[in-house]
């Protein structure tokens, strides 16, 4: 069975770094398109990053030349690596996987002003 663990998130102040990591069991993870989405309270899901499993990368015009998503197929990891972090970033930030639109549970990520 498919599993996404994400972990990393915390609280930060603003322009700070965080670095996000989803691990995944249960998939032939080097054939998944992996991506990184975030939910406000009250708001929507949404996208943030995507790695494609031929490594083409795909940003949110909101965190593009802050944030870096990369992968390891040898770890069947991906990561978020969240720099220059600002308030409007805090959210739970959760991993995706495709095909099949697998979720992991999410982590917490808060910035302070």
């Known amino acids: 069975q498919v599993q996404l663990v994400e972990s990393g998130g915390g609280l930060v102040q603003a322009g700070g770094s965080l670095r996000l990591s989803c691990a995944a069991s249960g998939l032939s993870f080097s054939a998944y398109d992996m991506a990184w989405y975030r939910q406000a309270p009250g708001k929507q899901r949404d996208f943030v990053a995507t790695?494609?499993?031929?490594?083409?990368?795909n940003y949110a015009d909101s965190v593009k030349d802050r944030f870096t998503i990369s992968r390891d197929n040898a770890k069947n990891a991906v990561y978020l690596q969240m720099n220059s972090l600002k308030p409007e970033d805090t959210a739970i930030y959760y991993c995706?996987?495709?095909?099949?639109?697998?979720w992991g549970q999410g982590t917490q990520v808060t910035v302070s002003s």
């Open positions: 995706n996987a495709r095909p099949g639109n697998r």
């Open positions: 790695v494609t499993n031929g490594g083409r990368t």
